[in-house]
């Protein structure tokens, strides 16, 4: 006797659209956001429009600092309050290897001479590296505590920071330092607009081709067991601890590296980019993109910065307008403008 065949279901109303439906929305929308990033600075270059160009690198190193802090906050649950240490600590790394390197200068003279370099491989090289190091010693600690303890510390570690950097006369003390020449390429001109765009923009691509990485592989998995449960993580033989603090240096390590690019991108560096003003900024980015979605902090980059340039130049007080967009964000639509464009994850 025949079986009778089985039906085919068709979506009904109201219900989830199909796993393959919501991957290809979720897809277009990530390949819009960086078909508008890339497209926009070229265009403006083929226009001769230098500052839209400088614009987009902006965005493209603010959105790669926010997928550092993502990766801590949204991925790992570390609400850190702290992420301009890491920042600030790489502008710093790019700005004083070019001072020595322009006056000839050794950065450490004793017990081994370390010449300055205005090679931007090398001065990325020690801004990962030395970022690295600061969060894996603020990791160690911060990371014995939880909730507004954690937060405080990571805020009290960058503020140590900053105020040591406003206080260090050698380099600028407030006043900051300028960065006379761009950092050079081996293989191109990094004085050009575009040229230096091309590198901020394949780094925001690499800094989101790890995180994904990172996510879809077994450390993801624990990482994200640590953020819902660590008791039942614990229970399975793994120690929630050092999972914690590794995704902790990752993302600084993204962020000191973004750092370094922007003070290039400005030719100076200051002490603001230390201060708790530049950790709210990062941490306002990530919640308005979507907190915990890969693509969120490109998104809540693009917003923040059109933001601050259009409604900037019409006025001092445009922050207004972002607190009622943030309101609006956290009130209305919790993950963020991502989660309006692309719809919700399959575990939210």
């Not at 989830?16 to 403006?44: E, F, M, N, T």
């Not at 993502?70 to 240490?85: Q, T």
């Not at 603020?138 to 909730?147: Q, V, Y």
């Not at 690019?261 to 990062?282: I, K, R």
Request: glycine share 12%; net charge neutral.
């Amino acid at each position: 006797m025949n079986k009778p065949d089985t039906p085919t279901l068709a979506p009904q109303p109201g219900l989830p659209a199909p796993a393959a439906s919501w991957h290809d929305r979720k897809g277009l929308v990530q390949i819009g956001l960086l078909a508008l990033l890339l497209l926009a600075p070229l265009a403006a270059h083929l226009l001769g429009h230098v500052y839209y160009v400088n614009l987009a690198s902006r965005v493209t190193l603010v959105a790669m600092a926010a997928v550092g802090l993502n990766l801590a906050i949204g991925y790992g649950g570390m609400v850190s309050f702290g992420h301009a240490a890491y920042f600030g600590l790489g502008g710093y790394v790019a700005g004083i290897s070019a001072y020595h390197a322009f006056d000839f200068t050794p950065v450490i003279g004793w017990p081994v001479a370390i010449p300055g370099s205005d090679s931007m491989p090398v001065i990325w090289l020690a801004a990962i590296l030395l970022c690295g190091l600061l969060a894996l010693v603020i990791g160690a600690i911060s990371l014995r505590t939880t909730g507004v303890y954690f937060i405080m510390i990571t805020l009290a570690f960058a503020q140590m920071l900053y105020y040591f950097a406003n206080s260090w006369p050698t380099y600028g003390g407030e006043d900051g330092l300028p960065i006379y020449l761009r950092n050079s390429l081996p293989w191109a001109d990094s004085s050009d607009a575009l040229t230096f765009f091309l590198v901020c923009f394949a780094g925001l691509v690499l800094s989101l081709a790890l995180t994904s990485r990172i996510m879809k592989s077994r450390f993801g998995a624990a990482l994200t067991m640590a953020r819902l449960n660590d008791t039942r993580l614990a229970t399975a033989g793994i120690a929630p601890y050092p999972i914690r603090l590794v995704a902790f240096v990752i993302s600084a390590m993204i962020t000191g590296l973004a750092g370094a690019l922007y003070a290039d991108l400005n030719g100076f560096v200051s002490p603001t980019m230390l201060s708790w003003h530049m950790s709210g900024e990062l941490m306002v980015i990530v919640i308005l993109g979507g907190v915990g979605r890969l693509y969120g902090p490109l998104a809540g980059a693009i917003l923040f910065v059109m933001m601050e340039t259009l409604l900037g130049g019409l006025t001092e007080y445009w922050k207004l307008f972002l607190g009622l967009v943030l309101l609006f964000v956290v009130l209305f639509a919790k993950h963020g403008v991502m989660g309006w464009l692309a719809g919700r994850e399959r575990h939210e």
